[in-house]
């Protein structure tokens, strides 16, 4: 099998530290395809168990090892994407993507602790936001895979087609339809400084439990949604309107235990809170600010989403 080389990127040979210095290429890439770190580490695994299942003879017959892998990673995910609204038909409540901590503060829980691997650290841009995230998954796996690799990864609708099975034009019109519905649900981004200023406030009415003050930093819409997968205790049901919402988040701060903490943290590259009890993070708050108030709030729970955040 020949492939042509990624755009951009350099061409390197079969030799295997050239095979594996694509890894975090491909962990940033499956990230964004699945919204999962495990099952985009698991799809890159899959990935390089194919390639070291053929003979050296078809490797070196291959042209382009790292357009290889990318064809491959992305056919992966496209199946488990194809799969997975089935298995969310029975997730317990809500399902959203799997937070990211800064990568100076991501732990490895799969290893039992320690540092993680920096090539296996997600690039945190505006295509890893949760809001970003949040909008791909309401995509067709078709959808998802055309737009992330053509917008994001710039690989042509070409290669595009081979992967999805269906024509370049087709490809194209795919990802026309995705950038759509981002651009409908994504209006422009406020100035970083702006969203961590309103996310700062809105901790500090959360734990004064100001509900005039956090009303007064909530669109009229707002909207919070939480996912526990069943593992952890959360509403099941997205709550909706300022004033439901900061009802519910006020309560949150009266309820607290006495050793949990809320703190300022980084989430998906953007101002977000943790929920810190026995020193574990056991809560990750990630918010959508728009047009100077606070859109929506995703609480992830799930402790099997959480194992960049915590050691063990």
């Not at 339809?177 to 901790?203: H, Q």
């Not at 009303?215 to 997205?238: H, N, Q, S, V």
Request: one cysteine or more; charged letters at 25%; a negative charge.
């Amino acid at each position: 099998m020949t492939t042509p080389s990624v755009p951009g990127g350099r061409r390197p040979g079969p030799e295997p530290d050239a095979i594996m210095s694509e890894r975090r290429q491909l962990v940033n890439l499956a990230y964004r395809l699945l919204g999962s770190l495990a099952e985009a580490e698991d799809a890159v695994q899959e990935t390089y168990t194919r390639w070291y299942a053929m003979s050296r003879q078809e490797q070196d017959a291959i042209e382009s090892p790292a357009a290889w892998l990318t064809t491959v990673a992305s056919r992966v995910c496209l199946n488990v994407l194809g799969s997975a609204r089935a298995r969310r038909e029975t997730y317990v409540g809500e399902w959203l993507p799997e937070p990211l901590p800064e990568p100076s503060e991501w732990i490895s829980g799969r290893t039992g602790g320690g540092a993680v691997d920096p090539a296996d650290r997600v690039t945190l841009d505006e295509s890893v936001n949760l809001a970003f995230l949040v909008v791909l998954d309401a995509m067709t796996p078709a959808e998802r895979v055309a737009f992330i690799l053509h917008d994001v990864f710039r690989y042509p609708f070409a290669d595009i087609s081979g992967i999805v099975g269906r024509t370049p034009a087709a490809c194209r019109q795919l990802a026309s339809s995705a950038r759509r519905r981002v651009r409908a649900a994504r209006p422009s981004a406020a100035p970083a400084a702006e969203r961590a200023g309103i996310v700062r406030d809105f901790k500090r009415a959360w734990e004064a439990a100001d509900i005039a003050a956090l009303i007064g930093l909530l669109d009229p819409d707002a909207m919070a949604i939480g996912d526990g997968g069943g593992l952890a205790t959360t509403f099941l049901d997205p709550i909706e309107g300022r004033e439901q919402v900061a009802r519910a988040w006020a309560g949150i701060a009266r309820r607290r235990p006495g050793d949990m903490t809320f703190l300022e943290r980084t989430v998906n590259g953007q101002p977000g809170v943790v929920a810190e009890q026995d020193g574990v993070i056991v809560t990750v708050f990630a918010f959508d600010v728009v047009d100077q108030q606070i859109k929506h709030i995703w609480v992830i729970r799930n402790p099997e989403k959480l194992r960049s955040w915590t050691a063990g």
